[in-house]
């Protein structure tokens, strides 16, 4: 990604029928070929459901609350972005990768289909984060307006029936959240919602814990829980994307830590665009039962 002057975005090239930045697409053979430790966990979500929040909990129990420990680096440094691909001198997911001893925190956006099949063989820990489709969305666009490396989101009404039809970078959000809810059990996957962590975070860090086998103190839960409120994530220079400079990330059209709520969707959504949204809605999703909620 050249960061002087304008940049391109990148246009996508499906891989496997789930449309990818070019960058991804063009070096998806070593992407798929990457090998994690056993000991790495991953954290998968579609783009916007609430990846960073969830790094940050991770790091910070693994490092016991520390505040400082987790402002070592941002965020990608500290948990590398497997399959992004950045032309150099701007360093790629399996480049960080590469220099981190296991055990890492190892982002992904991939859905199921396209996780390297190594972490299945090697039995590595899975953190799924999901959000509700109309805040996923909204979340969406306003990130696609200020990433110029993302394409071009065009207007808001055919945003939506992008969206809808999967046509987005990493595709359906459908088949995601469904992908990753069909192999929950078989393969371990902590399954969290968005919604969840704001109705009581503290619940779902301890919920986080328990799944890395961890046991921190009542205390060091609290911290965490302050440490990762959105006030204190969109302050902190290390969670708030400010390391990518603005050509690529141009927070000033919306910052990366923009609202952090449920239920925003009502503020963009006409009541047309709702009723024809949840009634594709229904049919995509006929015949799985994930809780999904927007309200709380
Ligand atoms: P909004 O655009 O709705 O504000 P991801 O990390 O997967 O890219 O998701 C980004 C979304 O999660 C953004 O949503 C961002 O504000 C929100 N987010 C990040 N940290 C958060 C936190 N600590 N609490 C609540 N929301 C958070």
Redesign the pocket.
Known sequence: LRVSGSISRFPLIPVRGVPLMCSIANNWDTIWAFCPDPSDLLIA????????????IVDLLLHNGDAEACKRAPTPVRSPFLEMFSPPPTSSGLDYLKNTDPPRIIKT?LPFQLVPTRFWENRCKVIY?S?NAK?NL???F??DCMNKAQPEPGPWEGYISKFMHGELSWGSWYDHVKGYWAEREKRNILYLF?ED??EN?RREVERIMRYLDLSVSDEVISRIVEL???K???ENPM?NYSCVPPPVFDQSI????????VG?WRNHFTPEQSKMFDEDYEKQMKGVNIPFRDLI
Not at 48 to 53: F, L, P, V
Not at 254 to 261: A, H, L, N, Q, T
């Open positions: 979500a579609y783009p916007k459901a609430g990846t960073t929040w969830t790094q940050e956006h984060v959000r805040d909204v979340s969406y306003h990130f968005y962590m704001k975070p990762t409120s959105f204190n994530m969109k969670t919306s910052p990366f830590m923009r609202k952090g709520e925003d």
